[in-house]
């Protein structure tokens, strides 16, 4: 949460001026369930990543190679930071390479 | 005025066209699947950094705002509920102006963006004058079929016999007795440029169409109704934001259109469904979505009535215009 | 008091003295000023300012933009969105209008954008009314904005090229209402004289950094939700800032009076040196009629004088006490009612309030007159005087608002 300041430390006429600041809330809080990438199905076909509303999915130039030895130069990557476990991505995914888990509560 | 018109260029053929750069968000309070939230991470996608956002009173407004966080990355500004249109026909005619007297040299094109509360309803006098003046303004609604910010109440955008909290499903009265408003055809008699349907279940679609219309605009106003589903207003599960949308389209409800320079044109897949077997049954539709779980054997009839009605008017456009 | 500098060179920054109405005099200065956009809807009596203005634009007399907007809701809205992006912006309403305006008048302060409107009052409906009074304005004082009240076409005329110079200074930013008599000003012929184009744009440069829209680089967030956690600091900035530009507003006043010879002042006090008696009012009113008849009371001997606000927002307190501190008593003439208060003239009020901080004690009397253009006639306020010369002496203050003119 940011400090609360004054009237006479913010901008005038209550702009915010840091653009997509608001990657500071962190809504991965929210989540109740959470998507989990099968890297080994994926198919890399970038479904998830174009549906995800937040987003929260990475685009990562990341090699991986599959058990099966397929190479792939790309991965994605759920950001847990931001991702609010709706599962569309799970739902989306062509290949079901993406399942919903319940969140463990932290003991 | 024809000559930019004639040479649209498709941007984007396949997802990997499709910009990595973010405008919007992470961080958004938006509600966990939310169409509209999708809808503007799209749209920005394809509009790019040189835009200047007007954002009506809504879901989106409020989700992405919220002091002293903004979700934006381009220059943004919310005035009210009903005057997306008139903000921005005044910064449209501000950089004609400054640029016209060597003050500024903005490229920047300007894109209002409203729910359909702030579109059908209280915004609808603003957008006619916008239009009927012709500025140079892309106007996307973002149709999530109710009031949400307000707690889903029924718009003019809402649905025939959705259950909404001001058209509750009652002994006497069953969810919401009016049908849809037609606003393509109100917007398309302003015989503006380019005015489309998209969704958000298309997203290659819906950013071309982007593209098309920020190209129009050195000839007059564009229009985008953009479909997007709302799970908590909907009582859909928020997995099903997307399928949902797809299914709006594939079942006839949400044809997907263009209005291009006085041309009618249906999109894929919306230009396979004049016939009407190449449709999917409207119960797929309507089965997930809580908001219509009430609906009897003879409703779901009235309702498969009207969508068969929308496209025998719409076969009608194709014809005359097409 | 309006002051006249006669100094030659100053002087002839005039270049014509012309006939003009209240409402071409506006116009005028708004194309002396060179504003950007001008975003206007019709309606009595603003509507010759704006077809003025759209004849200057027509023929390229003013380079503007001018949007001939479908209500006075989107003018304003359209102003807002114009001034955010950094134009320089007019627009003008009056009753109906104005009320249609309310809900961006508050915006348009809570976004500090330094919008100028020519506000000619007029009654409110209903019934509808055409005609002049000021209910109007006083619907809509407590939105933040810088408020001036002219009495004459000059002043107006003035007052507008002073208003975009007050708006735009980093001190101030926020919007100002220029207003007048409907039709007893807005439509009768004053002479004016204009000033030298060249001259005037000096006076009103154009300042940078004020387009935050336009700034790609640095894209900006405006009109952002605030929660009660910020709401109040961020209200309080504008509270404070119409507060302040008092400062700013005297400044301009000043400094306009050096390059054009004439400063009026946020109050103009006439005869008031050893007034006993004094007539506290705004618009057409205090330089016309009560003017007279306190000429016509001082001609049988009485002390009488007339205080005119200028300045109504922020209201010029200090101003007033002095001014009225050594009175026998005083009455407020009203041109606008406030149904239900304890006493129902509008200013009455703030007047009442100003003395009463200051520790001043001494009959005052709230006078509502000339509502829907009553016919205020000089003899009127020739009587008032001799109604507070008796109240002093009696101590009888009539504690209800006196309803002049009624039937
Ligand atoms: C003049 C006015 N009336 C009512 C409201 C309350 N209000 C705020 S948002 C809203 C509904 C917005 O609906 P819609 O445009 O569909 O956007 P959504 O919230 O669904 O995204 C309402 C009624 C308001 N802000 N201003
Ligand atoms: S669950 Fe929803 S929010 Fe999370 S990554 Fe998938 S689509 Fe994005
Ligand atoms: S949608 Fe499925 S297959 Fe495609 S990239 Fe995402 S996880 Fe991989
Ligand atoms: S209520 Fe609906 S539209 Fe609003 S934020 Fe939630 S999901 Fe999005
Ligand atoms: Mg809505």
Redesign the pocket.
């Known amino acids: 949460m940011s400090e609360l300041k004054s009237w006479t430390q913010i901008p005038i006429g209550g702009y915010i001026t840091e653009p997509q600041n608001s990657v500071k809330n962190k809504t991965g809080s929210w989540r109740t369930q959470r998507p989990v990438i099968d890297q080994d199905a994926c198919t890399r076909c970038r479904i998830c990543w174009l549906y995800c509303p937040e987003p929260a999915i990475l685009e990562l130039n990341k090699p991986y190679v599959t058990k099966s030895g397929r190479k792939y130069n790309l991965t994605f990557e759920i950001n847990y930071d931001y991702c609010k476990g709706c599962g569309i991505c799970a739902n989306e995914c062509p290949v079901k390479a993406i399942k919903m888990v319940p969140e463990v509560v932290q003991q | 005025m024809g000559m930019a018109s004639g040479q649209i260029k498709i941007g984007i053929r396949t997802i990997w066209d499709i910009p990595k750069e973010e405008y919007f968000g992470p961080g958004q309070l938006t509600c966990a699947g939310c169409g509209?939230s999708l809808a503007v991470r799209h749209i920005l996608k394809a509009a790019g950094p040189d835009v200047i956002v007007v954002n009506?009173?809504?879901?989106?407004?409020?989700t992405s705002t919220q002091y002293p966080y903004t979700a934006w990355g381009v220059p943004y500004i919310h005035v009210?509920?009903?005057n997306a249109a008139a903000v921005a026909s005044g910064i449209e005619a501000a950089i004609k102006a400054l640029n016209r007297k060597g003050i500024a040299n903005a490229k920047a094109k300007v894109i209002a963006l409203?729910?359909?509360?702030?579109?059908y309803?209280?915004?609808m006098q603003a957008l006619s004058g916008m239009l009927e003046r012709g500025h140079g303004v892309l106007y996307v609604l973002?149709d999530?079929e109710?009031?949400?910010?307000?707690g889903i109440?029924r718009?003019g955008?809402t649905p025939r016999f959705a259950w909404t909290t001001t058209s509750p499903v009652g002994s006497r009265i069953r969810g919401k007795v009016q049908s849809k408003k037609d606003i393509m055809s109100i917007v398309i008699a302003h015989h503006i440029p380019y005015a489309a349907t998209a969704s958000i279940a298309y997203p290659i679609d819906l950013m071309n169409k982007v593209r098309k219309a920020l190209d129009a605009l050195n000839e007059g106003p564009a229009f985008l109704h953009v479909f997007a589903p709302?799970p908590p207003?909907w009582r859909i599960d928020d997995s099903k934001t997307v399928e949902i949308a797809r299914l709006a389209v594939e079942t006839g409800v949400f044809p997907l259109f263009e209005w291009d320079h006085g041309k009618f044109r249906l999109n894929p897949p919306s230009n396979m469904h004049v016939d009407k077997s190449k449709r999917k049954p409207l119960i797929n539709y309507l089965k997930p979505q809580g908001r219509f779980a009430h609906l009897k054997e003879e409703e779901i009839k009235a309702m498969e009535a009207e969508v068969d009605g929308y496209w025998d008017y719409l076969t009608r456009l194709l014809k005359a215009f097409g | 008091m309006t002051q006249v500098i006669e100094k030659e060179r100053e002087r002839s920054v005039v270049v014509g003295k012309v006939g003009l109405t209240t409402n071409y005099a506006i116009a005028h200065a708004v194309k002396d000023v060179d504003v950007d956009v001008v975003a206007a809807y019709p309606i009595t009596p603003q509507t010759t300012i704006i077809e003025k203005l759209a004849e200057y634009v027509a023929n390229g007399e003013l380079d503007a933009e001018f949007i001939p907007v479908e209500s006075e809701h989107s003018a304003l809205s359209a102003a807002v969105g114009a001034s955010a992006a950094g134009a320089r912006v007019f627009t003008a309403t009056s009753a109906q209008g104005l009320e249609l305006m309310h809900?961006i008048l508050h915006i348009a302060s809570g976004l500090r954008l330094p919008i100028v409107m020519a506000v000619p009052g007029r009654a409110l409906s209903a019934p509808i009314s055409i005609h002049g009074d000021y209910q109007d304005l006083m619907n809509v004082r407590d939105t933040g904005w810088v408020i001036y009240i002219a009495s004459t076409a000059q002043e107006a005329y003035d007052t507008v090229i002073e208003a975009f110079r007050v708006a735009e200074d980093p001190r101030v930013l926020l919007p100002v209402i220029v207003s007048y008599d409907g039709f007893l000003m807005s439509h009768t012929t004053e002479p004016v004289e204009v000033y030298d184009t060249k001259a005037v744009r000096e006076f009103t440069p154009r300042r940078h950094n004020t387009r935050p829209l336009l700034n790609p680089e640095r894209p900006v967030t405006m009109g952002a939700l605030a929660t009660p956690d910020w709401y109040y600091e961020i209200k309080y900035q504008a509270i404070n800032a119409l507060r302040a530009s008092r400062g700013v507003i005297d400044e301009v006043d000043s400094e306009f009076n050096r390059r054009f010879g004439r400063a009026y002042g946020a109050v103009e006090g006439f005869m008031l040196d050893d007034a006993d008696y004094i007539l506290v009012t705004y618009g057409g009113a205090a330089t016309w009629n009560a003017l007279e008849a306190a000429k016509e009371a001082r001609g049988r001997g009485l002390r009488a004088g007339v205080l005119r606000i200028r300045l109504f927002r922020p209201f010029p307190s200090n101003d007033l006490v002095k001014r009225l501190a050594d009175a026998k008593a005083v009455a407020v003439v009203d041109r606008a009612i406030a149904p239900g208060s304890p006493v129902e003239g509008p200013v009455f009020k703030d007047v009442y309030i100003a003395l009463r901080e200051a520790g001043v004690d001494k009959p005052i009397v709230s006078v509502i007159h000339g509502i829907s253009q009553r016919t205020m006639y000089i003899r009127d306020f020739y009587e008032l005087y001799y109604k507070l010369r008796d109240i002093a002496s009696t101590g009888n203050v009539p504690r209800e608002s006196l309803y002049m003119g009624l039937r």
Do not use: R
């Open positions: 509209p009506a009173t809504g879901c989106i407004e409020v009210a509920f009903e409203a729910g359909d509360g702030g579109t309803d209280i915004g973002y999530n109710a009031y949400m910010n307000t109440q718009s955008g709302c207003g | 809900e």
